[in-house]
């Protein structure tokens, strides 16, 4: 395997200019979903080969529960191997399989504190908090979900801005915004190099709510108008957990608003349905740079797996 073990450990360094590149230049749904599949994939890849790091370094420790042809000099030759690398990759390994389990722990924890609030409320699409402190959210469910807005919200808006903020949420349900920030999230937790594109993704996701509310609405003008409203009667407000991870909620939660009011004073972003763009243009770099790095980093970690399960095969005689 050598060095190029580590390259899928490496290769999210490249996060940070494809996320920039991606939010700046494509349209945030293309964007959300080509920067949450780049984030899966490398961070399955950097896991996977944390642990061949971890197991190939361990290898010729005494009582390392291993197949016997380990020990062979056939495999010391073929698969190059550091202790200390090794031993280093145990507690790495570790800690991500406690991010992880954290992470989903929270989820489920403040998705039910989350249905829990509106649950002595009529069961219909919008639910309305009787809270004088101005937030909304998305709330999926296994059917259908439900927009959960507070009447000291609704207060602040005028008639036209709430049906965009209505319109702004059931955008984040029907496109089930909240699997694509849990898996960034979990993917950051995989590899810190990844943290880039969880920052873009969470603001892809509501720029790509925006642009839905915007058509549904008719006037990007309302929309803009509402989420600058919001986020100036909503900086004291104390926003549920659920607002910030589990579904996003634009109208509560921090972020960089003044981009979004900018995009949709704007004239609405162009969705490509041509061929990959040219590396010469301006999203050519991030298209292609999240491909290559990719597929490098999918193929080296299925070439050392194959590696290691090949070689001990073939050291072992029969």
């Not at 989350?114 to 409320?121: E, K, M, N, V």
């Not at 909240?178 to 990844?194: E, I, M």
Request: include cysteine; hydrophobic fraction near 50%.
């Amino acid at each position: 395997m050598g060095i190029v073990v580590f390259l899928p450990l490496v290769l999210p360094l490249m996060a940070w200019p494809i996320a920039r590149l991606a939010e700046q230049h494509l349209h945030p749904r293309t964007a959300t979903r080509l920067l949450t599949g780049v984030a899966a994939v490398l961070a399955v890849c950097s896991t996977v080969c944390l642990g061949l790091v971890m197991v190939v370094g361990t290898a010729q420790l005494p009582g390392n529960p291993l197949p016997d042809g380990w020990s062979q000099p056939e495999v010391r030759a073929a698969v190059p191997y550091d202790e200390v690398v090794g031993k280093a990759a145990i507690p790495a390994l570790c800690a991500v399989v406690v991010a992880w389990g954290r992470t989903l722990w929270r989820h489920g924890r403040v998705r039910g504190r989350a249905h829990r609030a509106p649950a002595g409320l009529p069961g219909a699409a919008v639910a309305v908090l009787p809270d004088e402190a101005p937030y909304a959210y998305a709330l999926p469910g296994r059917r259908r979900g439900r927009v959960v807005v507070t009447t000291g919200l609704l207060d602040y808006l005028e008639s036209a801005e709430r049906r965009a903020l209505f319109a702004h949420e059931r955008a984040h349900l029907a496109a089930r915004h909240h699997r694509f920030l849990l898996t960034v999230q979990l993917a950051a937790r995989a590899n810190p190099f990844l943290l880039p594109l969880r920052t873009a993704v969470s603001y892809t996701a509501e720029r790509w709510a925006d642009e839905e509310a915007a058509r549904a609405v008719g006037d990007r003008r309302t929309v803009a108008s509402a989420i600058g409203k919001a986020a100036l009667v909503g900086r004291s407000a104390q926003v549920p957990t659920l607002a910030g991870f589990a579904a996003p909620a634009a109208f509560a939660a921090p972020g960089p608003v003044p981009r979004r009011v900018a995009a949709l004073l704007g004239p609405a972003p162009a969705v490509r349905r041509r061929p990959p763009p040219s590396p010469f243009t301006t999203v050519g770099p991030a298209v292609w740079c999240a491909a290559v790095g990719t597929a490098v980093s999918a193929m080296s970690s299925a070439n050392a797996t194959v590696t290691m399960i090949l070689i001990p095969h073939a050291a072992t005689p029969l």
